[in-house]
């Protein structure tokens, strides 16, 4: 097909050439996007401006911090509706409450919660579905 003849790669060049082919076949694929909106979204004036609030699609996490600054990503907007790739990860905060979800074909799926006071183990769960 391409005139590459297999058996005089090493292991290491098959392997790296089944990586390669595995990342084009993936930038192939059509990104499905599901629609995200953050739990206080239509919320009172008054619940808006009296907490904190703040959502992010998460694209790495730096596990030596201890606050919302160990998420890097997007910031996505509290009272708007965003479109996002199914399998994102998203933090979002209330107060003093911080959830993590992972966005699938139906819309958001809860995975755990954490107090903004106490993000330590939190932040290490959320670098392992990242």
């Avoid at 998460?58 to 910031?75: L, R």
């Avoid at 699938?104 to 939190?122: H, I, L, W």
Wanted: with cysteine; proline share 1%; aromatic share 10%.
């Amino acid at each position: 097909m391409t005139g590459i003849n297999y058996k005089e790669l090493t292991d290491i060049q098959l392997k790296e050439l089944i990586e390669a082919a595995k990342r084009e076949l993936d930038s192939r694929k059509k990104t499905e996007l599901v629609l995200y909106t953050h739990d206080c979204k239509g919320s009172a004036r008054y619940h808006l401006g009296k907490y904190k609030h703040w959502s992010k699609l998460v694209t790495s996490v730096d596990t030596s911090k201890t606050n919302g600054y160990a998420f890097s990503g997007e910031f996505l907007s509290v009272t708007a509706e965003h479109k996002i790739p199914v399998g994102s990860v998203v933090v979002e905060v209330c107060g003093s409450t911080i959830d993590a979800y992972i966005m699938k074909d139906g819309g958001k799926e809860y995975q755990f919660e954490a107090s903004t006071s106490s993000m330590s183990d939190f932040i290490e769960k959320v670098a392992e579905l990242v």
